[in-house]
């Protein structure tokens, strides 16, 4: 999966802006976040956290994930040593954060800027919900 996410996402979309000619600060949208962008942003991830669960606990009275897949699932993300929690935190957190924000947010957001906001909303929306399917 991590492979897959640095070779076949953040490569080709960095390619891409260097092949185009594009510059890369805007593309990619690259900025400090202000103090109030970290506290709203640490906030959000706060408060939807509990509305994650609840989703993904009543989720399940709709489509149960079968017991097999839900223990190796947990065995999966399950931490047993601060080497794992790194690889964890890497392959599960930072690298779908990084790789899948310069395609979706990055190149494709830019991309579509020049269309009305609506336009541009839905489809960066059906692009991102397909790549999750």
Known sequence: MVAAEWLLLLLPAVLFVRAGGFDATPTFQLRTPSARALW?????????????????????????????????????????????????????????????????RGVLLSGTRQLPAWRAVLLNGVVFGAFHL
Request: hydrophobic share 60%; charged share 10%.
């Open 40 to 104: 709203a942003g640490a906030l959000l991830a706060g408060g939807a956290m509990p509305v994650a669960w609840m989703i993904g606990w009543a989720q399940g009275f709709v489509l149960p994930v079968p017991p097999g897949m839900e223990e190796a699932l947990r065995e999966l993300v399950t931490a047993r040593t601060p080497g794992r929690l790194a690889w964890l935190l890497l392959a599960v957190a930072l690298t779908p954060a990084l790789c899948e924000e310069a395609v979706f």
